[in-house]
């Protein structure tokens, strides 16, 4: 089975839901119908997410959120659960971004309780990791993200597997407008591949998307999307206007 490509817009917290939802129908239109290899999903904040749905049925366009609870339902407040989400439409959720991690101090071992409960409810996961700038210099950069995949994917059901995709974001390139070269990210790419090949199995490793995320352009995204291990792209700033995002996604899908 080959790779699909994927272009995900995370919102973080912007957009009230009506002008996300405004904005959703705007790419939607704009893209028209896609390849059937090529995909693109939407991550906006919890309220906005019924409201984009709404935009979005009858287009081929995904429904991501930007965090789950590791449990079904209880009192967590201020927490939404896997159910509570797929119930909302969305078949994707982004788990364990370096922006939760730092803000939220979730921990490798939060980040795989929530993968869990995410494939447990038929969602599929785009689990994010990535190296801070000083493990960077410091060297460190393999040695942090192979415990954050092999933390990660501990345990999981090969059928649950089938729905991870991996988005590598070296923290010092979100929202910096320092982007890693497409000659380091290849080489972290083919990395995170073998270390998937090791945790998962061969084929699986295979057939994983990786996308890569931090400061992504219209301007570099086909250079990296040209790389044989970048299957696609988690963007933030620059997929919060609708036209500068349609114009990456024309760049990245060669459309
Ligand atoms: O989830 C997206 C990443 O944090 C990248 O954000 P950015 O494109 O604004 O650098």
């Known amino acids: 089975m080959d790779r699909k490509q994927l272009i995900v817009a995370n919102w973080k917290m912007h957009k009230t839901p009506a002008k996300a939802a405004e904005d959703a129908e705007a790419i ?3 893209l028209g119908r896609l390849p059937d290899h090529s995909c693109v999903a939407l991550a906006p904040p919890f309220p906005a997410l019924v409201p984009v749905r709404e935009r979005l049925n009858h287009t081929q366009l995904l429904l991501a959120a930007q965090n789950v609870h590791s449990e079904a339902e209880g009192a967590f407040t201020g927490e939404v659960s896997a159910p509570m989400l797929k119930a909302c439409g969305c078949s994707l959720v982004i788990v364990g971004h370096s922006e ?3 803000l939220a101090k979730e921990s490798d071992a939060m980040v795989q309780a929530k993968i869990k409960a995410a494939f447990s409810h038929e969602m599929g996961v785009i689990l994010c990791i990535g190296e801070s700038e000083s493990q960077r210099n410091e060297g460190l950069t393999f040695k942090v993200l192979d415990k954050q995949v092999r933390e990660a994917v501990k345990g999981l059901s090969v059928t649950g597997v089938n729905s991870l995709v991996l988005a590598y974001e ?3 390139a979100i929202g910096t407008g320092k982007t890693a070269s497409a000659d380091q990210v290849q080489e ?3 990395f995170l591949r073998k270390i998937l090949a090791e945790c998962l199995e061969k084929d699986l490793a295979k057939q994983t998307e990786i996308l890569y995320g931090g400061s992504v352009k219209p301007s570099n995204i086909k250079d990296l999307m040209s790389m044989e291990d970048v299957d696609g792209a988690l963007v933030g700033g ?3 206007d609708p036209k ?4 990456l996604i024309r760049n990245g899908f060669d459309l």
Do not use: I
């Not at 500068?244 to 114009?247: E, K, L």
């Open 28 to 30: 939607a239109t704009a």
């Open 100 to 102: 939760r991690r730092a």
């Open 170 to 172: 070296p923290v010092w």
């Open 188 to 190: 972290v790419h083919a």
């Open 238 to 240: 620059a997929s919060l």
């Open 244 to 247: 500068t995002f349609v114009s």
